[in-house]
């Protein structure tokens, strides 16, 4: 019975012995930072998207595709357009890829917002309600918004006409919101060649475009039967749309478009769609 006891108690003591010593080793691995799951999140939380961009080799570029002349497919279906040309220049000045993702207008914002890309390029017009959420690349673009009807219309003639109108525009783009502010009645579409489809078909009355797209289309279709009647008092600018927090990327940004307006690349671009410098 004796040495019964005996064992139990050598027994025992071993186990707390092992116990104490796991314990030792934890505590040990915890200060020297050795935890490999604790290690990786605090380096992925240090990360900038800049730095994973970088790391992966490529920028993902929200765009629609189809608003020409800043994004759209060319006859043989390629993506083209300023605001492409200029956003595959910018990854290539970053040593990276640009991987666009066409979305259409009205899921841009949303897509943004779940960092399905990571940033966007698509004349995205900078104004407070979208700098309070997002920000903004230095300004490319510099251009007015204009009122466009089909040429036989002839009872509107400035955007106080527009009320009681049916005006084609983005849900939610800022040019839909002066034709509401001027009382149009909203007919929701998806990008201006819809809107023109729609304005020669009369199933419309007007639409609020930029002014670039028109003279793009009339320098592709000059026959076609639209005018346009009147024009907004204010330019706006555009540019490269970003998630707040990443300062990083937005900086770098802008550095390569200054260096691509510093040594005449930028004007190149412009010229080729618009015959000039589009960013005055």
């Not at 017009?125 to 920000?135: G, H, L, M, P, W």
Request: glycine share 8%; hydrophobic share 40%.
């Amino acid at each position: 019975m004796k040495n019964k006891r005996h064992y139990v108690l050598v027994l025992a003591m071993l186990v707390l012995t092992l116990i104490v010593s796991a314990c030792g080793s934890k505590d040990e691995n915890a200060n020297n930072g050795t935890n490999t799951g604790a290690g990786t999140t605090e380096e992925t939380a240090s990360a900038s998207l800049l730095d994973t961009i970088k790391k992966n080799g490529k920028i993902r570029i929200g765009t629609e595709g189809t608003y020409a002349p800043f994004t759209y497919h060319d006859q043989s279906g390629e993506l083209t357009g300023f605001d492409v040309e200029l956003a595959r220049e910018v990854a290539k000045r970053l040593g990276v890829e640009a991987e666009f993702i066409e979305t259409k207008w009205d899921g841009m914002f949303a897509g943004l917002d779940a960092k399905r890309f990571d940033m966007v390029a698509n004349e995205v017009s900078i104004n407070d309600e979208r700098k309070a959420k997002y920000d903004f690349s230095n300004s490319y673009i510099v251009s007015k918004a204009v009122l466009i009807v089909n040429e036989a219309t002839t009872d509107i003639n400035s955007l106080a006409d527009l009320k009681g109108k049916k005006s084609g525009q983005s849900l939610t783009s800022n040019l839909g919101e002066i034709a509401k502010a001027n009382g149009a009645e909203i007919v929701e579409i998806e990008g201006f060649n819809q809107a023109i489809e729609l304005l020669l078909s009369k199933r419309i009355d007007a639409t609020i475009n930029d002014s670039l797209s028109f003279l793009d289309f009339k320098k592709q279709k000059p026959d076609a039967a639209i005018k346009v009647v009147a024009e907004t008092d204010d330019a706006s600018e555009s540019a490269f749309l970003f998630n707040k927090g990443d300062e990083e990327l937005v900086n770098a940004v802008n550095d390569v478009l200054q260096a691509m307006k510093d040594d005449g690349t930028y004007l190149t671009i412009s010229e080729k769609y618009f015959g000039e410098d589009v960013s005055k």
